[in-house]
């Protein structure tokens, strides 16, 4: 059985850092793309960052490029999202999800696995 367990969210101040975990099991983690999401209340779910299998190419949205850095370990089974210089547009609940491989279908991001999600929330 798979499982993706995200950790990390926390209350925290504009301008403050985190770093998110998402641990995997039951999967093959060198094999999949790693992709964080996340998703505000009332808006709809949005792609922040990938990071692939093999070369470790990374993708980042508009909104998080030079401020979110996501990497992986393989040999832990768990990928991080470095999130610095947090921001008021940044709180949601974080997703991580896996895909052996990526399709975007309609600007939609076709994952194999989700985790549940970790809450990041921005307040002074």
Do not use: H
């Not at 641990?23 to 983690?29: C, E, I, Q, V």
Request: hydrophobic share 35%; glycine share 10%.
């Amino acid at each position: 059985q798979v499982q993706l367990v995200e950790s990390g969210g926390d209350l925290v101040q504009p301008g403050d850092s985190l770093r998110l975990s998402c641990a995997a099991s039951g999967l093959t983690f060198d094999s999949y793309l790693i992709a964080w999401f996340r998703q505000a209340p009332g808006k709809e779910r949005e792609v922040v960052s990938s990071i692939s299998t093999g070369d470790g190419s990374t993708y980042y949205s508009d909104s998080v490029k030079g401020r979110f850095t996501i990497s992986r370990d393989n040999a832990k089974n768990t990928a991080y999202l470095q999130m610095n210089n947090l921001k008021f547009e940044d709180p949601a609940t974080y997703y991580c999800a896996a895909t052996y491989n990526l399709e975007i279908v309609g600007g939609t991001w076709k994952m194999d696995y989700w985790g549940k999600g970790t809450l990041v929330t921005v307040s002074s």
